[in-house]
């Protein structure tokens, strides 16, 4: 049985975190793969950490299990998802997915990761081919979105049309060989970096639609400081000769 870990990293998600674990449940009862939630939480002052606690000692065995890596303090995107692969790398999954906590990447999705990644390195949940959209997002964030893959995808030279997607399953083969640990994007820009490494070093890949809706319950994360971390990255990868 192939195995799969579902990387969701979380910082004051108290109010999400269950339902989105329990959801995963559900969308994957049905599919043979043996399945880890690996909850990675930045000491979270609103309880989330003991939550996830709480789902891990419900989740014990295979094909549905709940782990979790406390972190001390906030400590950002990037080397939340990192820690994950490092522990999925360690272990041998097959697959590792990235998700959000916060309901915008629905579950109900994995069953097409997992049968497009039969035949590609990556699968990349994508707002912006046909059949994928947003919901509830005022004009500029759209603008921004879209704007912001655009930009992205005319500077790199890489044809992906959601570059800022953060719903995506890899191969363990291509986190192996990615270079974790030579990645420098912090925040979102992290998600910029990994598609252009998976590009530039050959990996295939390819978007499947999916509707994005926007959080109900919780925070944002996005800050203006955020943004501007991405937009300049852009250019550092562009000029970055590791990778050319």
Do not use: C
């Not at 906030?74 to 990235?98: C, M, N, V, W």
């Not at 191969?171 to 992290?190: A, H, M, N, T």
């Amino acid at each position: 049985m192939k195995r799969l870990a579902i990387a969701i990293p979380t910082y004051n998600e108290k109010d999400n975190l269950d339902g989105i674990i329990r959801d995963n449940r559900e969308a994957l009862s049905e599919i043979q793969i043996d399945t880890t939630i690996i909850i990675i939480d930045d000491n979270s002052p609103d309880g989330t950490g003991d939550i996830a606690d709480k789902l891990a000692k419900e989740f014990t065995t295979s094909p549905f299990q709940v782990t979790v890596i406390h972190r001390e303090g906030k400590l950002g995107l990037a080397s939340a998802y990192i820690t994950a692969f490092k522990q999925a790398i360690e272990k041998s999954y097959d697959y590792i997915l990235t998700m959000d906590a916060d309901f915008s990447h629905k579950p109900e999705y994995i069953p097409a990761f997992l049968e497009k990644i039969a035949a590609n390195d990556v699968v990349i949940g994508s707002r912006n081919i046909k059949g994928g959209s947003v919901e509830n997002w005022s004009l500029i964030r759209k603008f921004i979105s879209k704007g912001g893959s655009f930009y992205s995808r005319t500077i790199l030279g890489v044809n992906i049309k959601d570059f800022t997607a953060g719903f995506v399953m890899y191969k363990r083969q291509v986190l192996e060989k990615i270079g974790l640990d030579d990645i420098k994007s912090e925040g979102y820009s992290f998600a910029i970096e990994m598609k252009y490494r998976v590009a530039k070093m050959g990996f295939s890949y390819v978007e499947i639609p999916i509707v994005f809706p926007d959080r109900i319950k919780g925070k944002a994360k996005m800050s203006r400081k955020i943004f501007l971390e991405a937009f300049l990255r852009v250019w550092q990868l562009k000029f970055n000769k590791i990778l050319k």
